[in-house]
């Protein structure tokens, strides 16, 4: 399993702006993605619901994971868009 862990870089979080990014881009991805804040359980990441309930703020930890044997430029991918600052862009 690939996985990489971030610190979330908008301002506010993923809110619904960067919370919709991401999770577009993973279903661009077409991979299992799964997410998880800190040590919590991790939840589907293509579910706009699932991410945005996990209250994700900024400078939090966040774990992506795939099962894939193809993921590991997929979740790098997807690392950039947390770590980048939506909300100043």
Do not use: W, Y
């Not at 960067?18 to 577009?24: D, H, I, M, R, T």
């Not at 992506?64 to 862009?89: G, I, Q, T």
Request: proline share 4%; glycine share 8%.
């Amino acid at each position: 399993m690939a996985q990489r862990t971030v610190q979330v870089g908008s301002q506010h979080g993923l809110h619904a702006r960067p919370a919709k990014l991401f999770v577009k881009a993973v279903e661009a991805s077409g991979m299992p993605v799964r997410i998880a804040k800190g040590t919590g359980e991790p939840v589907n990441a293509s579910s706009i619901f699932a991410v945005i309930a996990l209250g994700i703020d900024h400078g939090d930890t966040v774990t992506l994971s795939c099962d894939h044997p193809e993921s590991s430029a997929v979740l790098d991918s997807l690392s950039e868009v947390l770590v980048f600052d939506h909300d100043n862009a």
